[in-house]
């Protein structure tokens, strides 16, 4: 009991400091799950029993037999068919050239180059080998994340790696089971029509359970046959049914069933997917937290030091320094990328949670089945997981520096509010030369955003999903727009930390516009105008206008001019060398103005 409860103590505590710390999640729980497995064993205790010992050996253990093996299958099941429904078949048309020859020439580069190289290097078959690099062609966004987030960086970089990262997931996954599941059918005895036929088996059976089954219950939730309160776990028992009776009728495709169950409902019409994979995500954290110290602590030192040698060294180098800059290249070649950022992203390749999982699970089935050489497949995929995001973990940030990514000034400007004042304002923005983007739960209005050529995006700025968007980290100047005062107030307390480090500035409310009492600092616009009055001017007269202004009383002159105007509102003022100022921070400033524009919305004066 005390082991059991040890896990996930230190499991959320791991997944706590990953958070406040900003780094990936599965560094801290695979360094617990060493330390509380063989390193204990071999320096902490007298006895040479570790602290957390995952498998019965007859004195104790938390999992008897085959327990742990069937655990992990199940765990492993359920993180899968998480990543399956994240993967959009939009998203991948929308992803653009460079990130799709990532995920597909990049992925086969490093999956022969890996292959051949841990042949070479380490003796191992031919197909343990690809098995080894089918595994570490994984990066995954719950890695990929925590490095990237504080680190200032052009959109068109942050993004290939956010969504390389988000797709080669579930495909890494997908890719690597097939493997495992022809080394399975194949044998001792090669691969023989009949090897074929059972790895024929294998894909008939997993991709048609996972179809029918994704159909099934996507038709009885939106026909509201479940109740709400037991939708998310009938929902995770469809998902263990699955992989259960897909195993049944073929070995080994359980794993491919609940993937391809994952990539149907995500990209069905389910009405609820949102609130499921909230769910998913998380039931997946405290399943990652408790899978990876029971399958840390389930190395033995003997296993360790099957890697203390130079070969171990020679293959991650080779891996990090020649393979992932290969695919990188090759895989970026014509596009607009330059040379520095393709050398970032080269550096930026850390392996991840799903890599270290499936490892220990098919290494573990190897094992068992007497496969020569399977000793090596979770601790290698362990040393490359481990090894890369120390390395990117600590480095990535001087790198970026080094190759001369790091964005000096975040310029970007973030709009809570996609209303059509603000879509009209950002339109203006945009075409000046900003990167504009605008966030709205109003899944209409972001629609409408991007039929106009916005860059829009429906969040809610309650969750956290806004701060993790490492797209976003080229912004600098938070706006918000809404015709809610208190999400408006919410959105400077909250997200100027974040988005707002050169400004954070709101609408006017109906009181401070009415009494005059407003926070100079904190407005957007004049005093004068709030979200109603701006609306009403926008509805009635959708067009931006400019006056040249040379001087301080030319500018006050003409702003007096506008607010004498109905159904006029001033909006910013644009200085020479093309800078943009708000209107209460540009008057809080000693500005020499020559060839200025004050912009503003409504009647022509």
């Known amino acids: 009991m005390l082991e059991l409860a040890g896990i996930i103590i230190f499991g959320i505590l791991a997944q706590w400091v990953a958070w406040r710390f900003k780094i990936p999640a599965i560094l801290p729980l695979i360094l617990i799950g060493l330390l509380v497995g063989p390193i204990a064993a071999e320096f902490l205790t007298e006895d040479g029993s570790k602290y957390i010992e995952p498998v019965w050996n007859g004195k104790k253990g938390l999992f008897p037999g085959e327990g742990l093996y069937y655990f992990v299958s199940l765990a492993i099941s359920i993180i899968l068919f998480e990543g399956g429904l994240t993967l959009k078949r939009n998203e991948i048309k929308n992803v653009g050239p460079v990130i799709t020859k990532l995920i597909t020439l990049g992925s086969a ?126 929902s995770l028992s469809t998902v263990l049914l699955v992989f259960v009776e897909s195993e049944i009728f073929a070995h080994e495709s359980g794993l491919l069933a609940v993937v391809v169950m994952g990539m149907v409902l995500g990209n069905g019409k389910l009405k609820n997917l949102k609130e499921l994979l909230y769910f998913k995500e998380s039931l997946s954290v405290l399943l990652i937290s408790i899978l990876f110290i029971l399958l840390a602590a389930n190395i033995n030192m003997s296993d360790l030091m099957l890697l203390y040698t130079w070969d171990t060294a020679i293959l991650f180098a080779l891996v990090v320094f020649v393979i992932r800059p290969l695919a990188v290249f090759i895989s970026t070649y014509g596009s607009n990328l330059k040379l520095n950022e393709r050398l970032f992203i080269s550096w930026v390749g850390p392996r991840g949670i799903v890599a ?86 109003n899944k209409t209005f972001i ?34 727009m809404t015709g809610s005062d208190a999400v408006n107030q919410y ?72 607010h004498g105007q109905l159904e006029t509102v001033p909006l910013f003022v644009i200085t020479k060398d093309k800078n943009i100022y708000l209107l209460s921070e540009f008057e809080s400033k000693e500005l020499t103005l020559e060839n200025a524009k004050l912009i503003y919305v409504g009647n022509k004066i």
């Open 109 to 234: 580069v490093t999956f022969f180059g890996a292959g051949v190289l841990a042949h070479y290097i380490f003796g191992l078959r031919w197909d343990l080998s690809f098995l080894f690099s089918g595994l570490i062609i994984v990066t995954g966004p719950t890695v990929i994340t925590p490095i990237l987030r504080n680190i200032p960086l052009k959109k068109d970089v942050s993004a290939v790696l956010k969504w390389e990262g988000i797709l080669i997931d579930p495909i890494g996954a997908l890719v690597a089971v097939l493997v495992f599941e022809f080394i399975s059918v194949g044998g001792d005895s090669g691969f023989t029509k009949t090897a074929l036929i059972e790895f024929g088996k294998i894909l008939l059976f997993g991709t048609s359970f996972g179809f029918t089954f994704a159909h099934a219950l996507a038709f009885v939730i939106n026909k509201k046959w479940i109740p709400h309160y037991l939708m998310n776990v009938v």
């Open 447 to 480: 629609e409408q955003a991007n039929k106009q050529g916005l860059e829009a995006f429906e969040f809610n700025i309650y969750d956290d999903d806004l701060t993790d968007n490492i797209e976003l980290n080229d912004i600098g100047y938070l706006i918000a």
């Open 356 to 441: 270290a999982g499936i490892a220990s699970l098919f290494g573990s089935k190897l094992l068992k089945e007497g496969v020569e050489g399977a000793e090596y497949i979770t601790p290698l995929v362990f040393m490359v997981v481990l090894g890369t995001v120390l390395l990117n973990a600590t480095t990535a940030r001087l790198f970026a520096r080094v190759v001369g990514v790091f964005l000096k000034n975040s310029d970007g400007i973030l709009i809570v509010g996609a209303s059509k004042a603000s879509r009209l304002i950002a339109d203006y923005l945009q075409k000046f030369g900003k990167r504009v983007v605008l966030i709205d739960s």
């Open 491 to 562: 959105a400077l307390n909250n997200l100027s930390k974040e988005f707002g480090e050169h400004g954070a500035f709101r609408l006017a409310t109906a009181d401070e516009v009415k009494n005059k009492n407003f926070d100079e600092k904190n407005v957007f616009f004049s005093p004068e105008d709030d979200y109603i009055n701006l609306s009403e001017t926008v509805r009635d007269h959708p067009t931006i206008y400019e006056i040249s202004v040379n001087s301080k009383e030319e500018y006050y002159s003409n702003l007096e001019k506008i």
